[in-house]
C-alpha cells in the first residue's frame, strides 16, 4: 500500500503504472497505515487501515470502492486527536477483528470492529509512534 497526503492505494508490483485500488482516504494528512491479506478461507478480507490527523481510523476494503467498511472517529463532544499508529489484532481469527490505534497525545484505544466499539484505552501521557500485536503462528 501506498499513502499519499489524503489518499491511499495498493499497486501490482509488476505492473506498478496504475494502481489497483485507490481511495481519497482522509480530509488531513495521512500519519499511519497497516494492512491484513485475510490469511485463508474465513479468515477475514484484505483490508487496510489508515490514521489521520482528522482524527479518524478507517478500515478499507481493497475489493470495494470509496467508503471505508469501518470508521472510528472522536464523539463530538471530544477533542479530535492526531493518529499517529494503527494496527490491525486478530486477523487470524474473524470472530476476534480489533484494530489498535495511538494518539498524539499518549491515548492508546483498541477498537473492537465486531460491534464498533472502544474495547480498552489508556494513556501513557506520550505521543504513540508504533504499535504491533504479537500474531498467531499459523
Known sequence: AVVSTQ?????????????????????????CIDGVGGLGIGLGAPEIVTGSRDGTVKVWDVRQESDPVAMMQP???????DCWAVAFGNTYTESERVVAAGYDNGD???FD????SVRW???????????QFDRKNS
Open 7 to 31: 489518499s491511499t492505494g495498493t499497486w501490482d508490483l509488476e505492473k506498478g503504472d496504475l494502481p489497483v485500488y485507490s481511495v481519497k482516504a482522509h480530509s488531513e494528512i495521512i500519519n
Open 75 to 81: 464523539k463530538e463532544s471530544e477533542a479530535k486527536r
Open 108 to 110: 492508546i484505544k483498541l
Open 113 to 116: 470492529l465486531r460491534n464498533m
Open 121 to 131: 484505552e489508556t494513556n501513557v501521557k506520550n505521543g504513540i509512534c508504533g504499535l
